[in-house]
């Protein structure tokens, strides 16, 4: 069986094939302290081996997502070399996050903030509470975005629409939210509203999912030419599955589908 580590910042259960990663930290609005982000990047190694996942959301509990780095942490460093490696470390944790091999949704249950939203914006798919708060007020502290923010959010929404958010730092309702492309959906209870969506797509054939995504996020780094070739790699890949055979075939026989991922 699935060896899982010990988590003290976060809650991690698979329940009908989604994995639940919720940050346990109230009292701090779940801040990305150190041990908060080692503790990320280990749940990610679980999700990507563990063979019952198919979708993993990521939520906090109480009034936030995710507030942020630690600004205590923050604080402390006084070095440039130290500054960047911080940058880089929270980097690679949101890194592990977008390289997932299953599809990944934010449930975004309050405020996400600066390094909270950026690691919204490293998942595939955000849905926000009514009453959820996003932005990234870096700039106000004296600090810029340093978890992929500057970068992330500019991809998601547009460059003009990111320096709004960037430079004025401010926080932005649910509802704003969605008519500016930086989150899905919008709903009273956010993870009400990312298990049906995982539903949703876990009616899709999942070696499919992991082709798709894959063309997704290889074909967003590189120029155009290239990345249509990498979609056209992917798709020769899925017409050898059991998942096409299948899928093509209930089509054709009027029935439903049944994937096995292979
Ligand atoms: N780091 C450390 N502690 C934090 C925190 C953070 N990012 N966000 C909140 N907290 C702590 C508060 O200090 C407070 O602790 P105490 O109870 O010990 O005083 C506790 O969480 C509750 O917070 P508030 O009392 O402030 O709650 P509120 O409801 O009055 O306000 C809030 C909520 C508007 C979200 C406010 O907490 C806030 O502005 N938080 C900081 C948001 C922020 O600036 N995030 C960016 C961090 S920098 C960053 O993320 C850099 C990067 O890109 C990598």
């Known amino acids: 069986a699935l060896e899982v580590p010990e988590f003290e910042f976060l809650r991690y259960e698979v329940a009908e094939g989604i994995a639940w990663v919720t ?83 934010a449930a975004i249950n309050g405020y996400a ?44 929404v547009g460059v003009g629409r990111a320096f709004d958010l960037i430079l004025t730092g401010r926080h932005v309702p649910a509802e704003e939210a969605l008519a500016l492309g930086l989150v899905n959906r919008v709903a009273d209870d956010a993870v009400a509203a990312a298990r049906e969506l995982a539903q949703a797509i876990m009616k899709n054939s999942p070696v499919a999912l992991a082709l798709a995504k894959e ?5 967003a780094d590189v120029p155009l030419p290239e990345a249509l070739e990498i979609e056209a790699d992917l798709f020769g890949m899925t017409v050898t599955t059991h998942d096409m055979r299948e ?13 096995k991922g292979e």
């Not at 500054?83 to 944790?93: P, T, Y």
């Not at 063309?215 to 074909?219: L, N, T, W, Y």
């Not at 899928?247 to 994937?259: D, H, N, Q, V």
């Open 23 to 105: 940050f346990t930290r109230p009292k701090a609005l779940n801040a990305l302290a150190a041990d908060v982000l080692r503790e990320i990047a280990e749940v990610t190694e679980v999700i990507a081996e563990d063979p019952e996942v198919k979708v993993a959301v990521f939520t906090g509990e109480g009034k936030a997502f995710v507030a942020g780095a630690d600004i205590s942490e923050i604080n402390a460093l006084k070095d440039v070399f130290i500054g960047r490696e911080f940058a880089l470390a929270g980097q690679e944790v949101m890194n592990h996050i977008a390289a997932l091999p299953v599809p990944t949704i």
């Open 113 to 156: 903030l600066g390094g909270g939203l950026e690691l919204a914006l490293a998942c595939d798919l955000r849905v926000a509470a009514t009453k959820a708060k996003l932005g990234l007020p870096e700039v106000g502290l004296g600090l810029i975005p340093g978890f992929g923010g500057t970068q992330r959010l500019p991809r998601l």
């Open 215 to 219: 063309a997704v996020a290889r074909g």
């Open 247 to 259: 899928g093509t075939a209930a089509f054709l026989e009027k029935r439903a589908p049944e994937f």
